[in-house]
């Protein structure tokens, strides 16, 4: 059974940092590329980030709203992925859901930036 | 950026009506279309991808078309199951985009 945990939300004050950790299992991770979609307290689906597998290069892709503070990492001996987020802002509260080719989804992780 | 203008933003549909959501790409974007459901207090299901193909497990009743910049969700009789909010996105190219959604109710 595929299984997408995320972990690390939380409050956080606006211009400090987050790690968030997608832990995954029962799929072929090493093979896999992971995303990192989040949703804003409006409902609004935003697709934040991408990385590939190692025979891609580990290629990365970002959103606009959060290149150069967010960086998307991997570490396929821990079938896991991370989402580092530096330099937070209000408009960064949301939830974060890691996913594997759209098909599969963690529950969500909460992250709210507000003083 | 490519963007998705969905609409509409919300509909209310009786037992059995037919319903069509659609989505327009700023540019083309090849079928690179998925479509997503969303039900109250859970995570995105993956509905329809490459446009128009069924993903496993996901009942008939819903289709996708589409070409180019148009693409459209059908719902064939509608069920209470389906109340739900409802997004498309493009993986055309990066970043990938996602339609502002539609808020399905039984009406």
């Known amino acids: 059974e595929v299984q997408l945990v995320e972990t690390g939300g939380g409050l956080v004050q606006p211009g400090k940092s987050l790690k968030l950790t997608c832990a995954t299992s029962g799929f072929t991770f090493s093979n896999a590329w992971m995303d990192w979609v989040r949703q804003s307290p409006e409902k609004q689906l935003e697709w934040v980030a991408q990385?590939?597998?190692?025979?891609?290069?580990?290629?990365?892709y970002y959103a606009e709203s959060v290149k150069g503070r967010f960086t998307i990492s991997r570490d396929d001996s821990k079938s896991s992925v991370y989402l580092q987020m530096n330099s937070l802002k209000e408009e960064d509260t949301a939830i974060y859901y890691c996913t594997w080719i759209g098909d599969y989804w963690g529950q969500g992780v909460m992250v709210t930036v507000s003083s | 950026d490519i963007q998705m203008t969905q609409s509409p933003a919300s509909l209310s549909a009786s037992l059995g009506e037919t319903v069509s959501i659609e989505c327009l790409a700023s540019e083309g974007i090849s079928n690179d279309l998925a479509w997503y459901q969303q039900k109250s207090g859970k995570s995105p299901q993956l509905l329809i991808y490459a446009a128009s193909r069924l993903q496993d497990g996901v009942p008939s009743r819903f289709s996708g078309s589409g070409s180019g910049t148009r693409y459209s969700l059908k719902i064939s009789g509608m069920q209470p199951e389906d109340e739900a909010d409802y997004f498309c996105q493009q993986s055309y190219k990066y970043p990938w985009t996602f339609g502002g959604g539609t808020k399905l109710e039984l009406k």
């Open positions: 990385i590939k597998d190692k025979s891609n290069n580990y290629a990365t």
